[in-house]
């Protein structure tokens, strides 16, 4: 099965909206606990999940120094395990949540169904991230600075392609409550017609 079929076959709203409600409690727990409580061990430094335009290895050299082995320790055993499930939610729900409004306007079987991977495409390099971070934590102060352009790369990949679906997400939004406004109108205007 191909995952253009795997994402249609699961068009539900109800699934969409238990995967939604999954993928946002994780990120809710992350962005205020873990992540939380690393910014505050790094006095001040964001952890490399956080940092939308990449980094370098000078920046992670000073992260994984200002956190210590206790917060290196945290990151890897509390951060990064709800950072493997997020992906996967994340994905999930916007895929299906892109390809489930484009058949709400009739347009599933067009060229704009191609956005619907770009949040799997950030799943994907997100994960790619997390397996660079692991060895970051694993292989401190041995930090090779090919591996943080590698993994800075991952990063900005995984920002670019989700801030781009975004946008997409904006506009069909916008173009699904226009129509439903159109609708209404037409349907007020009908009656008086007659």
Not at 26 to 42: C, P, Q
Request: glycine share 4%; net charge positive.
């Amino acid at each position: 099965m191909t995952v253009k079929k795997l994402i249609i076959n699961n068009l539900s709203g109800k699934k969409i909206a238990i995967f939604f409600i999954l993928a946002s409690a994780i990120y809710i727990t992350m962005l205020f606990f873990t992540i939380e409580h690393l910014v505050f061990l790094a006095d001040g430094y964001k952890p490399l999940d956080m940092l939308p335009l990449g980094y370098n290895p000078e920046y992670v050299i000073a992260l994984l120094s200002k956190l210590g082995v206790s917060g290196r320790d945290y990151y890897l055993t509390r951060q990064l395990p709800l950072d493997f499930l997020y992906p996967a939610f994340f994905a999930i729900t916007y895929s299906l949540l892109f390809a489930y409004l484009l058949k709400k306007i009739n347009k599933l079987d067009t060229k704009y169904f191609y956005v619907s991977y770009l949040p799997l495409l950030a799943g994907a390099a997100d994960y790619v991230e997390n397996l660079f971070i692991i060895y970051f934590l694993k292989s401190y102060p041995a930090i090779i600075a090919n591996s943080v352009s590698i993994a800075s790369g991952f990063s900005v990949i995984k920002s670019a392609a989700t801030s781009l679906y975004y946008v997409f997400l904006l506009v069909l939004v916008v173009i699904l409550v226009k129509n439903h406004l159109f609708s209404k109108k037409k349907d007020t205007v009908a009656p008086h017609a007659q």
